[in-house]
């Protein structure tokens, strides 16, 4: 809403005198609900889900959600067990817990969700390659624990639906838009007011912003945002490939390679199915996702496998076909690969070679290395491919205060973060968690929920700590994104290193698991606080003194990854 | 306004005339009155858990801790209200609360404030002492002094009475402490918070908060005017209330507090809780009960609550 309206407003109010008892008057008669949620999105439900759960916040709030679109499309959402959405994230054992605790997660079909038992990630240059696996960090007398779940979006928020089915004094309004939202002109009041589309006015409480990342709600607020965007786009599919055989772990594996570019990730949906997440410049997404699928899946399968060199000149090949019109074919880019595996001399019995993999039948024994790459991808699921641009975004305080009063972001309105460590759904659960709790408090002690004093717990809780996440994802990024040959070595022989030392891995991610208040079986990620300081000035200091402090390259780039292994990806 | 229209009051004209100007503040939560913004939910925190504490005592039941109406239906007295920042928590906690204070702008702003909050049923004063209780909760608040609610409604009102710092800035504290013990019915409570007279709240109250960090303004509070937690049991020690028809202290009946164990009383007479700002969680927070540094922590703020015997 712009300042001008609001003025004008103002102005026409106060002709009408400053006595109260006018407030049927100077706007259309508004309900009453104390929060008011704006945005349908898995934060925004989540919380709706999180209040409805509680009888003490039930008795005493009046709860309103706000979505523009149709929820009943969410809701009713069915598709064949075999294929997936390509929007998919990793739900961390912590999210995890919440949405069992508030009684959602049941709601959730575990048939279409995938346990990560094991990441490997590994550098496009040096091949330098790191390996965490969950049973390393399960505490004695635990069984088979994952480090996360891999669950399409849309199952999580039909689940998150059909759970707020059940607590009926929370009230959906879909299809209805969010036209304006302004400030109650009454002395001693200043309530946000929200007009919907359908001539509905919501005087709110509290109002939530969970309306992603233009969110209406944060320009209310007056709350600034400080960002960029990443000269990135991210290209999602849902992929078909063959099961893994007997001879192999199951399909349990995540895989990223970090190229030049950005970094490729291969995420688990099934036996045969997963998803991938591919961060690359705008350009090659753009020339990428307008080819013929069996050349991306080509190009997948080749991202995983060919050193960095012949990724660049495919890269290149594509770029070029696709500015003079005349995309590559599946079949020139299979000759292209094969010729480059050659050059390569690539072993045929490997599992880094396409083309012998695309020749022999499934089944039989695999060579030795296939544990290392993830399966051979033989088809792209019709219209699962999409792309979207990357932005680091973070809004500068999640309470709005002076004019923007009784306001909080949650979510997407509040961080957006680069999806290489598959946090933001995360960060927005573990926000929602926060928040919910602070309500639930406020509520105990009579506070106003819409007061800063009842929401200050919130941000103090939730505000640096999705910084240190947000910094950390941003500097993996940078590490990762240049070819400069110290920096190179330096985060090479880190990974190694740490990778050698398991009882130290296991160590960290033990402690990760048990730094969250109630459970010990669990692997979170909120060891990122430990490393984050000394790898941000590292990868700054050795970037400009170059050669002589290669080591702290090294452990920036340890700590990072240390991070990432505790955290799940999207 | 004219504060000499109470009778034999204990209300001190220059602090009315100080508090009024801070009205505006009220509810500015990051001005002057933030401190106090956060300190309120410790103090509902108390009040909440020691009537649940109660409750279970006198039903021998197990009441629910959480129990987000622990106050339904309870006729409660807020002393000192100011901006109304505890009434309107008592309210929402189930309470049928009056405020009264004896700044005329404070009810103004504390009227005007709860007016804009449909949950909490504001309802016009002056306040009328009804015998059916009421089904919802609802507040009032009233431009009066608690002797003239007490010289006008007569003693034995209100289930609960608070008067949150307050204490430390009337003229006579006995009378206004007599005055408040009064008000309570037979079983009721009287809630209480306060500055101990200790060189350490001296050290806070005054010299840091006031002089130092200018979180209040100098002159807000009167080291001398302050009252130590054993001064507090001490009075209820000798206080009883006075028999019906019979004004004045000393009167027929138990004392508050029979005796003092090792300076503490027993639990279901009175307790003192010290209540502590944690700067690095920006909260304020009650000493956790027979911690080793229970006693320290009431050399400066803390609470009282003290119970009327039944007859």
């Known amino acids: ?570 | 306004m004219s504060t000499s229209s109470f009778r034999s009051s204990t209300v001190n004209p220059d602090e009315i005339a100080l508090f009024s100007k801070l009205s505006s503040q009220w509810w500015d939560e990051q001005g002057e009155c933030k401190m106090l913004h956060r300190m309120n939910p410790v103090r509902v925190q108390f009040i909440r858990e020691k009537m649940l504490e109660m409750q279970r005592e006198d039903t021998d039941t197990d009441a629910q801790l959480d129990h987000p109406k622990a106050l339904a239906g309870l006729k409660i007295l807020d002393v000192g209200c100011g901006g109304g920042l505890l009434c309107e928590s008592l309210t929402r906690l189930g309470g049928l609360t009056l405020g009264i204070d004896a700044s005329a702008s404070n009810v103004a702003i504390a009227s005007l404030h709860a007016a804009a909050d449909p949950g909490l049923r504001l309802i016009p004063g002056p306040f009328v002492p009804t015998t059916t209780p009421a089904r919802t909760s609802n507040l009032t608040y009233e431009h009066t002094s608690a002797e003239e609610l007490l010289a006008r409604g007569g003693p034995a009102q209100f289930d609960v009475v608070c008067s949150m710092e307050v204490l430390e800035h009337v003229d006579n504290p006995r009378t206004f402490l007599s005055t408040c013990a009064q008000l309570v019915k037979p079983g009721g409570h009287l809630f209480l918070s306060t500055i101990s007279r200790t060189p350490l709240a001296y050290a806070l109250t005054i010299l840091a908060a006031e002089h130092v960090l200018r979180l209040v303004t100098p002159g807000t509070h009167t080291y001398a005017k302050y009252v130590r937690p054993d001064e507090l049991l001490g009075f209820f020690q000798g206080f009883c209330c006075p028999s019906p028809g019979v004004l004045g202290d000393g009167g027929a009946g138990r004392p508050w507090i029979s005796r003092l164990y090792n300076g503490a009383p027993a639990r279901t007479e009175a307790e003192t809780r010290g209540i502590v700002y944690v700067p690095w969680t920006g909260a304020w927070a009650l000493v956790p009960r027979g911690s080793p540094g229970a006693r320290w922590g009431e050399g400066c703020n803390y609470l009282l609550w003290v119970r009327r015997p039944l007859e």
């Open chain 1, 1 to 570: 809403m712009s300042l001008l309206t609001r003025s004008r407003l103002a102005a026409s109010v106060c002709k009408r005198s400053g006595s109260t008892g006018l407030r049927a008057l100077s706007t259309v008669v508004h309900e009453d609900s104390d929060v008011v949620i704006v945005g349908g999105g898995p934060a925004g439900l989540a919380l709706a889900s999180a209040l409805g759960s509680s009888p003490v916040v039930q008795d005493s709030l009046k709860i309103t959600l706000v979505e523009a679109s149709d929820l009943s499309k969410v809701r009713d959402w069915s598709v064949a067990s075999d294929s997936f959405s390509n929007r998919v994230s990793s739900i961390t054992n912590t999210s995890r817990q919440f949405l069992a605790a508030i009684g959602a997660w049941p709601y959730v079909d575990e048939r279409r969700t995938m346990p990560i038992e094991e990441m490997q990630v590994w550098d496009g240059i040096s091949d330098a390659r790191i390996t965490f696996s969950a049973t390393e960090a399960a505490p004695a007398g635990t069984t088979a624990p994952e480090m996360a779940r891999l669950t399409e979006n849309l199952n999580l928020q039909r689940a998150l639906l059909r759970y707020l089915d059940t607590t009926p004094s929370i009230k959906l309004l879909d299809k209805v838009k969010v036209n304006s939202i302004e400030k109650e002109q009454e002395e001693g009041g200043g309530w946000p007011l929200v007009h919907l589309s359908d001539g509905r006015v919501l005087r709110a409480r509290l109002l939530v912003g969970a309306d992603g990342f233009n969110s209406p709600v944060r320009s209310y607020a007056g709350i600034q945002s400080y960002g960029w965007a990443y000269d990135t786009q991210a290209i999602v599919a849902t992929l078909n490939h063959r099961p893994r055989t007997h001879f192999e772990p199951p399909n349990t594996v995540a895989y990223q390679r970090f190229l030049p570019t950005g970094p490729i990730a291969f995420l688990p949906l099934s036996e045969t199915v997963s998803s991938i997440v591919w961060s690359t410049k705008p350009p090659i997404a753009k020339a990428l996702t307008a080819s013929d699928p069996a050349v991306l899946a080509t190009m997948i399968n080749a991202a995983f496998r060919l050193p960095e060199v012949s990724i660049r000149y495919l890269h290149s090949q594509i770029l070029e076909a696709h500015a003079a019109g005349t995309p590559l074919t599946p079949q020139q880019i299979l000759e292209e690969t094969s010729w480059r595996e050659r050059s390569h001399s690539i072993n045929q019995y490997s599992a880094y070679s396409l083309s012998a993999l695309g020749k022999t039948a499934p089944g039989g024994i695999p060579p030795e290395d296939s544990d290392a790459l993830p399966p051979f991808i033989t088809s792209i699921q019709p219209d699962t491919i999409a792309s979207f641009p990357l932005r680091f975004n973070h809004a500068d305080t999640y309470i709005g205060g002076g004019d923007g009063a009784r306001t909080i972001l949650v979510g997407d309105a509040a961080h957006t973060v680069h999806p290489l460590a598959g946090q933001g759904l995360n960060m927005g659960l573990a926000d929602v968690e926060s928040l919910f709790r602070c309500i639930q408090n406020a509520v105990a002690n009579g506070t106003d929920v819409g007061s800063h004093t009842a929401l200050m717990p919130y941000a103090r809780e939730r505000y640096f700590e999705n910084h240190k996440i947000m910094s950390a994802v941003d500097k993996l990024h940078k590490l990762y994104s240049t070819t400069a040959s110290p920096v190179v070595w330096a985060r090479s022989v880190g990974v190694e290193v740490l990778n050698e030392l398991d009882t130290i891995k296991a160590a960290i991610m033990m402690s990760a698991g048990s730094s969250r208040r109630s459970s010990t079986q669990e692997v979170g990620w909120s060891v990122a606080a430990s490393g984050i300081e000394t790898l941000a000035r590292n990868i700054n200091t050795a970037k400009a003194l170059g050669g002589g402090v290669l080591g702290l390259a090294g452990a920036g780039a340890q700590s990072l990854l240390k991070q990432f292994a505790n955290m799940g990806r999207s």
